[in-house]
């Protein structure tokens, strides 16, 4: 069946870079999407990119789909305070069959 | 703003006491959706209603059943709430499921704890 992996944490600087890895299974997802929840709240979409793209940038977010290897990252530029968040990585042909992966709680040193 | 609104944010209830969890938009979407998120876990999806039809995840306990009255309503009931089924509880939402540009929108979640 799909599958989505995550690592469960990581830990960056203020000011750095992070770069959040996933992998999925299902080779027929036609868009892989990014969300972002916040301590006491529902997920908000962060960004998308459709299946036949490579790179997608938006603002300090930076998607890279390797279809090949069936991996995604997000990259986030210059982390803020306000990023600390757990991130899900999801697969999906469209909303409704949404798999998403466990999360990577990101934490930010000041 | 058009939003997914979820009431209560926190509800306590008592083992096997049945409870109800509720769920509206303003979004006018065709498509609503409840998942069950447990502690570092990813959401786990329930069921879902496009327009009327009831979609039911063959995986979900019986304990869960869903209904929805109109558009913007919809509501979880727990029949039997056992300890297990302490977990956030997330309402989302989507124009269509079959649309590969559309995606979900979620409400902030409803924290369920069984005593």
């Known amino acids: 069946g799909e599958d989505v992996e995550q690592s469960l944490f990581l830990s960056v600087r203020e000011g750095d870079s992070s770069v959040i890895n996933c992998t999925y299974t299902d080779s027929s997802s036609t868009y892989l999407y990014w969300y972002k929840q916040e301590p006491g709240a529902g997920l908000q979409l962060l960004t998308y990119?459709?299946?036949?793209?490579d790179m997608k940038q938006d603002q300090r977010l930076t998607v890279l789909l390797n279809k090949k290897d069936k991996h995604l990252s997000l990259r986030i530029a210059d982390t803020q305070t306000g990023d600390s968040a757990i991130y899900f990585c999801a697969e999906g042909q469209g909303a409704q069959k949404l798999v998403f992966g466990q999360g990577t709680r990101l934490t930010i040193n000041p | 703003d058009a939003m997914v609104i979820q009431n209560p944010r926190y509800q306590v209830t008592q083992f096997g006491k049945p409870v109800t969890l509720s769920c509206s938009q303003t979004l006018n979407h065709n498509v609503m959706y409840w998942y069950q998120q447990k502690s570092s876990q990813a959401p786990k999806l329930l069921f879902h209603y496009y327009d009327k039809d009831f979609n039911n995840e063959a995986d979900t306990p019986d304990n869960f059943q869903s209904r929805r009255p109109n558009t913007s309503f919809c509501f979880l009931d727990i029949r039997s709430p056992g300890l297990g089924d302490a977990a956030m509880y997330l309402c989302?939402?989507?124009?269509?499921?079959?649309?590969?540009?559309?995606?979900?929108?979620f409400g902030p979640g409803t924290r369920l704890t069984v005593l």
């Open positions: 990119i459709f299946s036949n793209m």
């Open positions: 989302a939402t989507s124009r269509s499921p079959g649309l590969a540009t559309d995606t979900q929108y």
